[in-house]
Nanobody
Framework: QLRFVESGGGLVQPGGSLRLSCTASGFSLDVHNIGWFRQAPGKEREGVSC???????LYDNSVKGRFSTSRDIAKNTVHLQINSLNPADTAQYYCARKKENTPWCSLNSVDFDYWGQGTQVTVSS
């Protein structure tokens, strides 16, 4: 059974950092591209990063320099490191598997099929 388990969210002060984790079961991360998305209340879901099955990365311009995605193949886990957090980063964060095994990534949610349950990130003083 395909499944994602996300963790690492929480309440953090502005300027702080978090590392989100997404552990997959039922498939291997070295054959699929994995994306990270977020959705704030009242807003549409937006893609923030993606990592290809070969380790290439793609970031939305709004998070470049602050977000970094990586993977641990041995643990079948993808991480999202978020630095210099600000209140605009407050959202539910999701990981998802890209439908097609292309060499390139995507930040468009329609390109992804299986989704995790999400982990909440709240930035507040």
């Amino acid at each position: 059974q395909l499944r994602f388990v996300e963790s690492g969210g929480g309440l953090v002060q502005p300027g702080g950092s978090l590392r989100l984790s997404c552990t997959a079961s039922g498939f291997s991360l070295d054959v699929h591209n994995i994306g990270w998305f977020r959705q704030a209340p009242g807003k549409e879901r937006e893609g923030v990063s993606c990592i290809t099955r070969t380790g290439g990365t793609l970031y939305d311009n709004s998070v470049k320099g602050r977000f970094s995605t990586s993977r641990d193949i041995a643990k079948n886990t993808v991480h999202l490191q978020i630095n210099s957090l600000n209140p605009a980063d407050t959202a539910q964060y999701y990981c998802a598997r890209k439908k097609e095994n292309t060499p390139w990534c995507s930040l468009n949610s329609v390109d992804f099929d299986y989704w995790g349950q999400g982990t909440q990130v709240t930035v507040s003083s």
